[in-house]
């Protein structure tokens, strides 16, 4: 049984330019959030996708944005990056209203 | 706003030493608590969890923590820290809904063998 995946491990992005990141959730599971963790930092809820639709945000710009497609799986957008914005990019999926999400790896994303 | 604290971001411990780990959170309603953990170059993995009942909650490899909710605290303990225990741990809160987590900074420990 596969666990969350994530893809790219790496990227190396310049200021301005954009990003997608990729999720691909557990089997069985339909609910997928993304985390921010920046270096020394615990991960930052950045937005829950279910049924296809955004259903929570955290405190983070328009310029962030996802999407989940029906398979579940999902997309993150980062656009007109920022320094700012390099960290470690965490999936995470659960059944909605399940007591516990499982991670992905993550993607580490630079910004130079 | 709901907010985590872990007031240890660095604890180094011979082996066979007990460990306590700080965790207080801010938030006046009903809360879920759990500690996670990342051992070096794996990814997160839920180490135990509180929703209700016994405040004393055990979880995988001989970890507990204690919900004290007079204090807003849910410290992680372990009586013997074993070499194979350094990593770091993230505790986490989440109130109203399952999904949305509140971590903490982390806490980076480290076992001498």
């Known amino acids: 049984d596969a666990g969350v995946t994530q893809s790219p491990t790496h990227l190396i992005k310049t200021r301005g330019q954009q990003v997608t990141l990729r999720c691909s959730p557990k089997?069985?599971?339909?609910?997928v959030s993304w985390y921010q963790q920046a270096l020394g930092q615990g991960p930052q809820f950045i937005f829950q996708?279910?049924?296809?639709?955004?259903?929570q945000r955290g405190n983070f710009p328009d310029r962030f944005s996802g999407h989940q497609f029906p398979n579940y799986s999902s997309e993150l957008n980062v656009n007109a990056l920022l320094l700012g914005d390099s960290a470690l990019y965490l999936c995470?999926?659960?059944?909605?209203?399940?007591?516990?999400?499982?991670f992905g790896p993550g993607t580490r994303l630079t910004v130079l | 706003a709901q907010s985590v604290s872990q007031h240890n971001h660095h604890v180094i411990l011979s082996e066979a030493a007990s460990l306590e780990l700080g965790c207080n959170y801010s938030?006046?309603?009903?809360?879920?608590l759990f500690w996670y953990v990342q051992y070096p170059g794996q990814h997160l993995q839920l180490l135990l969890k509180?929703?209700?009942?016994?405040?004393l909650v055990k979880g995988i490899k001989g970890f507990e923590a204690e919900f004290i909710k007079s204090k807003f605290s849910f410290n992680l303990r372990k009586p013997s820290v074993q070499w194979s225990d350094t990593a770091e741990y993230f505790c986490?809160?989440?109130?109203?809904?399952?999904?949305?987590?509140?971590f903490g900074s982390g806490t980076k420990l480290n076992v001498k063998p």
């Open positions: 995470a999926s659960s059944l909605l209203r399940s007591d516990t999400q499982y």
């Open positions: 986490a809160v989440n109130a109203n809904n399952f999904n949305k987590f509140y």
């Open positions: 509180y929703f209700s009942g016994d405040p």
């Open positions: 938030y006046g309603g009903t809360v879920n």
């Open positions: 996708y279910y049924e296809e639709e955004e259903r």
């Open positions: 089997s069985g599971h339909d609910t």
